[in-house]
């Protein structure tokens, strides 16, 4: 797709940033080409630098789960400005969020606002270990937990084996207490938490429903397995939410399927599209987190009163009746689309949705399921790239990767959707 001025401004961040970007898969370099430079967003819509429309299924990577710019989220961003953008201090706002973050989610019965993801799961990994005196952790496969050093890891996907760094700059010594087995393989987890090896896990944390190896759900029985399994290793269920929370459902995946953690993850979606995260769980847990107890952990714009209006104006908005029956309605509808398009197409591709997260994986059967990171890694991601870059020729922007979910708003309209069908269709035909 040609893009004069994304090109000219891709030229000069490549001499400014790494890759030209800041952060590593907007590079499009598992997709081909280059990337768009985005100059402002609309609802379902984003514009690029040379003012050009395109349909987003990225939503930011998740949380404008409402749309961009919507009139109250927008109304209560400029309220705010004009009372300081960051004080360092307490606020009325982190009081009144926390509340609607602990009426969505009970097992959250104390929290601590950060700034991203990262900060939450990282904060929480340490919460566990001092709870329990424990230094391992284990991780499922294929979740992503941010970058901080001990979540870094590479491990095959048969019996579970302590990690080795999957960067350079980690130290083998942070990556060997991390022991990662595959998503949905329950033999694998009771093994990691069996015997001697069991005695030293502080937790298990994963993402209840996969984004960042495409959208693959859990096998029935999966989560509750986890709980069951920690439970008996006196060790800590960390479910990570920053994608799924306030998603799938008000109180995310642990409403959508009945499983209750003991520290949960948040992010996304709480700030209205300004980084922020949260951490949280069983008051016991949290009250050994400084100040109170002795597991450090600090952030000086934590609790930014920006992030903490976006937040509660999203939140207002997604309370309000109806709300996730339609994004689950606009989903169905998304997912029988491009099944019913690849068919005509004569392509085969597996499309995996829960809510309004999905991913169409290309694969050698049609329709067959993946759920495993080694499975998902089976898709043809040079097919992915070519349905890409056609797709963005059409003017739908899809995740720039084959193994990361894609995410529907409350401002996709049904239209939008029978849209992006008819593109995809055109998209199938191309690179059948």
């Known amino acids: 797709m040609s893009d004069e001025r994304s090109q000219r401004l891709f030229e000069e961040a490549c001499d400014l940033f790494p890759g030209g970007v800041n952060s590593p898969v907007r590079a499009f370099r598992a997709v081909g080409g280059q990337p768009v430079f985005v100059a402002r967003a609309e609802g379902a819509r984003l514009y690029g630098a040379d003012g050009r429309p395109f349909l987003d299924y990225v939503g930011s990577w998740g949380p404008m789960i409402v749309g961009h710019c919507h009139p109250k989220v927008v109304a209560a961003l400029r309220d705010q400005a004009g009372r300081g953008t960051s004080y360092g201090a307490p606020t009325e706002l982190e009081v009144q969020l926390a509340r609607r973050v602990r009426a969505a989610f009970p097992s959250v019965e104390m929290m601590r606002f950060v700034s991203s993801g990262t900060e939450a799961t990282m904060s929480a990994i340490r919460v566990a270990r001092g709870a329990t005196g424990r230094d391992g952790l284990v991780k499922a496969e294929g979740c992503y937990h941010g970058h901080a050093d001990h979540l870094l890891v590479r491990a095959g996907s048969g019996a579970a084996t302590f990690g080795q760094p999957d960067s350079a700059g980690v130290p083998a010594d942070f990556a060997k207490h991390t022991v990662t087995v595959p998503f949905n393989d329950v033999a694998a987890m009771e093994d990691a938490f069996a015997g001697e090896q069991g005695a030293r896990m502080a937790a298990l944390i994963l993402e209840p429903v996969c984004g960042n190896m495409g959208c693959v759900p859990p096998l029935p029985g999966y989560l509750e397995a986890c709980r069951d399994v920690t439970r008996k290793a006196g060790a800590l269920f960390i479910m990570d939410e920053v994608m799924t929370g306030f998603r799938l459902a ?133 097919r992915f790239g070519r349905f890409f870059q056609a797709m963005l020729e059409r003017g739908v922007y899809l995740p720039p990767s084959q193994l990361e979910a894609a995410f529907l708003s409350l401002a996709h309209s049904d239209d939008d959707v029978d849209q992006t069908v008819v593109a995809a269709e055109e998209a199938f035909r191309t690179i059948h």
């Open 250 to 382: 008000m109180g995310g995946a642990q409403e959508r399927y009945g499983v209750t953690p003991d520290l949960t993850c948040l992010g996304k979606v709480i700030g209205g599209g300004l980084p922020v995260g949260a951490y949280g769980g069983r008051r016991d847990l949290m009250e050994l987190v400084s100040p109170v107890g002795a597991v450090y952990q600090a952030g000086t714009l934590s609790g930014n009163p920006m992030a903490m209006r976006a937040g509660l104006a999203t939140l207002e908005l997604l309370g309000e009746p109806g709300t996730f029956e339609r994004l689950e309605a606009l989903g169905a509808r998304l997912e029988a689309g491009l099944r019913a398009a690849a068919g005509r197409a004569g392509v085969p591709v597996t499309v995996q949705r829960v809510g309004s997260m999905f991913t169409v994986f290309f694969v050698s059967d049609a329709g067959r399921p993946l759920r495993t990171f080694a499975e998902a890694r089976t898709a043809d991601t040079a």
